[in-house]
């Protein structure tokens, strides 16, 4: 064990100390709690002059589109966005103006799907055949979309036993499929009797096996690779609020966990969800306060506020520098100087 050095954000954002970390990797980072004030608006906070090599100075964060109850899981397809509307029950693609087209209706799974619980689709993720996959929080499992919107079981079972709700997924560089499985989806949360796994798990899907890599997160959510496919990052929403680094071993396995940045532990209006890399390895990460750029050392180097929460972020246009948000209601978008990581199986 040892302590990890404290990152200072911003002035804005007054350092915590130090959050104590296992393991041997990066540098930790401690987050301050979220400005909720009036200054919580669409900008880019600039918190290290390396920002400027990631994002111009003069970026500005634009809406694309709104009026939606909670969206989520965005994915970079064919010139459009795709994404889901987690509470309204539906997948939708928007066009680069800002025009909207609803892709699946009840994409949860299910015609009476709860309004107002998160059981529609969540992320996806194009597969190596050119079919999508998704996460139906609903049905409790990873769904095949093909290119007529047909959709059809992929994963729902491990050890004989189904899921909670997957959540979020993403394929390694290896090309295994890994994913999140909290119990987001379900009424009564990790309490509910419909339950089947006891633990909120992270799998790996590689050879036609479902392999369940971590299981001792309370909530894993948002998760992503480095561009050598070496470390794995996590993110952890609630009862504590963090993200994880582990390192991946050649079979597969993981090295012993540390937390990358850490937020209070009280509790949230916008806990740590999605995440994403840029192909410079640093972390995307949203979080109390808005989206936080990490270095693969844990140098905090800027944050993206928006008005309201940020639940999940892509990769997309032409060149795959423009970082497109999904959150509460709206669609909003800031370009970069960087390249993304963009997944492995990419259909542009």
């Not at 301050?32 to 200054?39: E, L, Q, R």
């Not at 990790?190 to 798990?201: K, L, N, T, Y």
């Not at 050879?207 to 480095?226: C, E, Q, R, W, Y």
């Not at 209006?269 to 936080?292: C, F, H, Q, V, Y």
Request: glycine share 12%.
């Amino acid at each position: 064990m040892r302590i990890g050095v404290c990152v200072a954000l911003a002035a804005a954002l007054a350092p915590l100390g130090c959050h104590q970390g296992s393991g041997t990797a990066a540098s930790t980072a401690t987050a301050a709690p979220a400005d909720t004030g009036a200054a919580a608006t669409m900008r880019v906070d600039r918190m290290d002059p390396a920002l400027d090599q990631i994002i111009s100075p003069d970026a500005k964060v634009e809406k694309v589109a709104g009026g939606f109850q909670f969206n989520e899981g965005p994915m970079w397809r064919e010139g459009r966005l795709w994404f889901s509307d987690l509470m309204g029950n539906k997948m939708y693609a928007v066009s680069p103006d800002g025009k909207v087209e609803l892709l699946i209706d009840h994409a949860g799974g299910m015609d009476n799907a709860a309004p107002g619980y998160y059981r529609g689709s969540n992320a996806m993720v194009t597969d190596k055949d050119g079919t999508v996959l998704m996460c139906q929080h609903t049905l409790r499992r990873i769904a095949r979309v093909d290119d007529k919107l047909n959709v059809t079981n992929f994963l729902d079972k491990w050890d004989g036993k189904r899921f909670n709700s997957p959540n979020d997924l993403v394929f390694a560089p290896d090309g295994s499929l890994w994913f999140t499985d909290p119990p987001f989806g379900l009424d009564k949360k990790a309490a509910d009797p419909a339950r089947e796994i006891p633990f909120s798990g992270v799998y790996r899907y590689a050879h036609g096996k479902v392999t369940a890599v971590i299981k001792d997160l309370t909530n894993p959510n948002g998760i992503g690779f480095s561009p050598d496919g070496k470390v794995l990052y996590v993110s952890n929403t609630g009862p504590k609020f963090f993200v994880n680094r582990y390192d991946v071993k050649a079979d597969g396995t993981l090295g012993t966990p540390t937390v990358f940045i850490s937020y209070p532990d009280t509790p949230a209006t916008e806990p740590p969800d999605g995440l994403k890399l840029d192909s410079a390895g640093n972390l995307w990460t949203t979080g109390p306060g808005g989206i936080r750029i990490i270095t693969p050392q844990g140098k905090v180097l800027g944050q993206i506020k928006l008005p309201e929460v940020a639940a999940n972020l892509a990769w997309g246009g032409d060149d795959g520098k423009t970082l497109y948000i999904t959150a509460s209601t709206g669609i909003y978008r800031v370009q970069a100087l960087i390249q993304g990581e963009l997944p492995l199986y990419m259909k542009k």
